[in-house]
């Protein structure tokens, strides 16, 4: 009976010793898979060139930094190696990779708190989570509203006033709520409906005047060609006869050498 007690506690006591042990295992492997640049678990853990590993975000904000700076190496900043800023010089930690997918890690979104496989944790944590941070989709019509994702839905349907009408691409400018929007175009307040015609009008005119003004523009345009061409050849002719001066327009070498075939003409016919 008094083994068997001792049995027990035996066993108990290697039980949790064994547990102890494979948790600072773990917390080790943590330590060692932890990116010294922003204390977290690697992410797409990146070698540089002197063999030290960094989250590939981590890097690429290196390299940032170094261009910015105008500079074509960055240290690094465990041995201040001097590495190239060519990112394909840099090639994936696949080691660290696969220990980081062994590892139980807890999601860092705040309020979330959920404990992840390692190889499901990155994806949980941009694509998955409901406390993920999020834009509200309108942002190009000037909604800031910005939350976890699970809060995203709500906005949308009851409070976004930024809905833009579907015509906004036309003129109008009407903005507000998911129903006032559905409102707006049922009931023909919109811009677009009323001046539909007119704006349809005005546009096919407007492309008829601009095709007849880059018509006229290239007539013009082809008669200034050849009045240039004409005073040209005229000044250059006068100052032929003026100067006896070489240019290398035709006109005035034609002119020129029928003027000297007319006195050699004359020459000849003086001398004969
Ligand atoms: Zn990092
Ligand atoms: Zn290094
Ligand atoms: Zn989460
Ligand atoms: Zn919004
Ligand atoms: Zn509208």
Known sequence: ???????????K?????????????????KRSLTCSIDQEIFRNPTLLTCGHTFCLTCVKK??????????????CPLCKHNNNVQEEEFKPNHLAKSQVETLTLRCRNTGCNQLLKGCEWEKHEEEECDYRRCKCKNRANGCLFESAYKDIHPHLMEDCEHYACKYQKYGCSFLGRKDSIIQHCQNNECIYHKLRGFLKGT???????????????????EQLGLLENRVRNEITGNNNNHY???????????????NNNDTSDEEDTNSD
């Open 62 to 75: 290196l390299i940032e930094i170094a261009k910015e700076k105008g500079q074509n190496t960055f240290p």
């Open 244 to 258: 006896d001066n070489h240019y290398d327009d035709d006109e005035t070498i034609n002119y020129s050498s029928n």
């Open 13 to 29: 006591k290697r039980r949790k010793l064994f547990l102890e042990y494979a948790k600072e295992m773990e917390e080790n492997m």
């Open 1 to 11: 009976m008094e083994n068997k007690i001792i049995h027990h506690f035996v066993k």
């Open 203 to 221: 546009y096919e005119k407007q492309c008829r005047e601009i095709a007849d003004l880059k018509y006229k523009l290239n007539q013009q345009s």
